[in-house]
């Protein structure tokens, strides 16, 4: 947003000299040019867009730090069948190195099962939380906290289904 108003600006400024530039031509040829802002109402104009420019480049350089940094910090894929008794060992935990919105990416084929995704924090507070009992490919964005742990768990249901259970979960900022 301020790279566009800074770009709407850019180009209020050439078209507000563009009459100085016609009027300089038409001097030059004899002829009495077009009326043009006096100075002292044009440099005040432009110091405080440069100050604003300034003012905008440091907010945004101070908020660098606090973006998403496009890198995975947890990322699980498993397949299984309930029907075989033998669950795996699912979800996890993980901390992230800087605070920040992080996208929460999951998909899950549930084969019929009832499967619920959760993604907590480490008083058990829940930032994600869903279920599902066939196709879901769900993406939500969280804030997630330097330092703090995260906890990414999943419950399977009880269910009949003989089909296949296949989760598929990123964590990335």
Do not use: H
């Not at 180009?11 to 006096?38: C, E, N, Q, T, Y």
């Not at 769900?138 to 296949?164: F, I």
């Amino acid at each position: 947003m301020f790279n566009v108003l800074v770009g709407v600006l850019d180009v209020l400024i050439a078209l507000w000299l563009l009459p100085g530039l016609l009027s300089a031509r038409k001097k030059r040829d004899g002829k009495k040019g077009p009326w043009v802002p006096p100075a002292k109402f044009f440099f005040p104009v432009i110091f405080l867009f440069l100050i604003l420019v300034t003012a905008g480049a440091i907010i945004m350089g101070a908020a660098e730090g606090k973006t998403s940094t496009g890198s995975a910090v947890y990322r699980e894929s498993v397949a299984f069948n309930p029907a075989a008794g033998e669950l795996p060992d699912l979800g996890g935990t993980f901390t992230v190195d800087r605070t920040g919105w992080y996208s929460v990416d999951y998909a899950m084929d549930s084969g019929g099962a009832d499967v619920t995704f959760s993604l907590a924090d480490e008083n058990g507070r829940d930032l994600v939380d869903t279920s599902c009992s066939d196709l879901c490919n769900c993406s939500d964005s969280v804030r997630l906290k330097k330092g703090v742990n995260y906890m990414v768990r999943y419950d399977l249901k009880d269910s009949d289904s003989s089909g296949q259970v296949m989760i598929l979960t990123s964590v990335w900022g």
